[in-house]
């Protein structure tokens, strides 16, 4: 690759970072929070309203992007996660600090987008190698910055993890201005399938609403009633509509696919299992050993030791990168799940043992790196570059969902079973901890399923032009 485009790759992982951190960084702040607000059930929002609108938005402003620029698209994004981050920082409401990390949710469409852009300016058999350098470094960053994120909570509070982001959001946005190629030229993207837009945001929110509320057992009798059978009946209108229009902001055509279909549904099978991961070892490294599990790790120390895990997860994406280039993705996502699911029997079967449990969530995050390098080098191979970030955005919305469900399904099974702590509070107890583990296992075992619909040899390092026309072509019949 040119120095141009290896400036091009560097900003970009930039720019993601601020996704990483819009999604890791509030974690560290979650047992701040609870100390400040209770055991409030509005808590679980702080966490959920970036999911949310990641999902809804994702593929949305993945369209944008294609149709009227990625770089223009990303510099709004990360104007609207600044403008979340100030508004954190000023508040100490907690509703406030929800509507901020609602704002900050529009950090969760930013792989997309750049993923879009790879593959406008970088060379065809450098894609995957640059997705698997993103999937990489996302790892290796989140790690630190959960533990910048801990230790700036320890010393000033739960406030400076927006201080954080909008820093990341700055210089990120200021790279992207300045370094990051002008859009090229395009087609006339004509009008703006504006109600499509709508029917879509509608049904999957009000999906995901009902989900999240679920979990925190607060959707009953008439919301269950009217929320789930409402937002069915937007997507199947969203779905006629886009059915019929002459140019779909979200093009179902190309979603019915089997290749497209089945990494899809992989992906989903993955964000609901082994994805959750930190949603059960957070809790696991701070929860005082008097309940019968748990370390009692500070925010600080729960950050540090987190970062053999994610060290893991990047030789996961390179591997993935590596089995990518000889035999394609299939094989990559067929290891990766295997790896992380046996992996959640590891602290299943040796819960009391601080170096086996972090050894049983660094092999999950080596499954979920190798499994998302693999997914989206597929889904950037066998759609049309014009759809990239579309295609990846949809992507990015079975992600997001599949997180917002498995989250409420890990609370709930850690909910079902507590005992109380010196300090007088619930905790999970060890059958909590273990039931988790248990269905994160399951769950990714299935995901091997759609696996196997993928070709072997979709997606290989240095695909040859006649096979990407054809894998495009097949995306869209």
């Not at 082994?274 to 599990?293: N, W």
């Not at 996961?316 to 996502?333: F, L």
Request: aromatic share 8%; glycine share 10%.
């Amino acid at each position: 690759m040119s120095a141009r485009q290896w400036v091009i790759l560097l900003v970009l992982q930039v720019v993601e970072l601020v996704s990483v951190a819009g999604s890791v960084a509030v974690l560290a702040g979650m047992h701040a929070w609870q100390g400040m607000f209770g055991n409030d059930a509005g808590i679980g929002w702080i966490f959920s309203s970036y999911l949310l609108v990641s999902a809804v938005g994702a593929a949305v402003f993945g369209r944008l992007g294609d149709m009227y620029g990625r770089r223009r698209i990303t510099l709004l994004v990360l104007a609207l996660s600044a403008a979340g981050s100030v508004i954190g920082m000023i508040t100490e409401d907690l509703w406030v600090i929800v509507a901020s990390r609602t704002v900050q949710g529009a950090a969760g469409v930013i792989l997309s987008l750049i993923l879009g852009i790879m593959r406008e300016h970088l060379p065809a058999d450098k894609i995957p190698f640059g997705v698997s350098v993103t999937i990489t470094l996302a790892a290796a960053s989140s790690a630190l910055v959960l533990i910048v994120a801990g230790s700036l909570t320890d010393q000033f509070g739960a406030w400076s993890i927006f201080g954080f982001h909008l820093v990341l959001s700055a210089v990120a946005f200021v790279a992207a201005l300045l370094l990051l190629p002008p859009d090229g030229a395009r087609a006339p993207a004509g009008r703006i399938d504006w109600i499509g837009g709508l029917l879509f945001s509608l049904g999957i929110a009000g999906l995901l609403v009902f989900i999240t509320l679920f979990g925190e057992g607060r959707a009953l009798g008439a919301m269950a009633l009217a929320v789930v059978p409402s937002s069915l009946l937007i997507l199947v209108a969203w779905y006629l509509h886009e059915r019929r229009c002459a140019n779909p902001l979200i093009d179902v055509r190309m979603f019915s696919s089997p290749g497209v279909l089945a990494a899809n549904l992989g992906y989903f099978a993955i964000s609901v299992s082994i994805m959750q991961a930190l949603l059960v070892l957070a809790p696991l490294l701070q929860q005082s050993p008097e309940t019968g599990v748990g370390f009692g790790l500070s925010a600080t120390m729960m950050g540090a030791v987190k970062t053999p895990t994610l060290v893991v997860g990047m030789i996961g994406s390179m591997v993935a990168a590596a089995i990518i280039a000889r035999s394609g993705t299939r094989y990559a996502i067929v290891i990766g799940c295997m790896v992380g699911s046996l992996a959640c029997l590891v602290p299943l079967t040796f819960s009391g043992s601080l170096p086996l449990v972090i050894v049983g969530f660094s092999l999950m995050n080596f499954g979920v790196s190798a499994c998302a390098a693999a997914f989206s080098t597929t889904m950037v191979a066998i759609t049309p570059e014009s759809r990239t970030s579309e295609a990846v955005g949809m992507m990015a919305v079975f992600r997001a969902s599949g997180q917002a469900i498995g989250a409420q399904a890990i609370n709930s099974m850690l909910a079902l079973s507590s005992v109380r702590g010196n300090d007088g509070h619930f905790y999970p107890s060890p059958g909590s901890y273990d039931m988790a583990l248990l269905g994160m296992a399951v769950v990714a075992a299935f995901a091997l399923l759609p696996a196997l619909k993928l070709q072997g040899a979709i997606a290989k390092r240095k695909p040859s032009p006649d096979a990407v026309r054809e894998a495009e072509v097949a995306a869209i019949s």
